[in-house]
Nanobody, 125 residues
């Protein structure tokens, strides 16, 4: 079992940055693939980024590649999403998710087992 709590969202002007954090509890965290997804009003929840257990492999949606960076600290049971050069289309609720490495397909929402409650990122421009 893994419990996830996101934080760090807020209002930000286009071109700005935010660092989203996800605090995890549960003894299986360090073995989990961790992902970030987002959902804008009226749209499906979509994949943003994912990272494997060691942090050695990362994956990004084309829309955020080069602007967002995912990282994790297994000693702190945390995963982060650094968002830079934010655009109006990045406005969404951002969700942290955890998945078993033997069953996950990193970009596929239903292969993740645990979800946080989300944190809102809004373009204030």
């Amino acid at each position: 079992q893994v419990q996830l709590v996101e934080s760090g969202g807020g209002l930000v002007q286009a071109g700005g940055s935010l660092r989203l954090s996800c605090a995890a509890s549960g003894r299986t965290f360090s073995n989990s693939v961790m992902g970030w997804f987002r959902q804008a009003p009226g749209k499906e929840r979509e994949f943003v980024a994912a990272i494997n257990w060691s942090g050695g492999s990362t994956y990004y949606a084309d829309s955020v590649k080069g602007r967002f960076t995912i990282s994790r600290d297994n000693a702190r049971n945390a995963v982060y999403l650094q968002t830079n050069k934010l655009k109006s289309e990045d406005t969404a609720v951002y969700y942290c998710a955890a998945a078993r490495p033997d069953k996950v397909v990193v970009g596929v929402r239903h292969t993740y087992d645990y979800w946080g409650q989300g944190t809102q990122v809004t373009d204030s421009s």
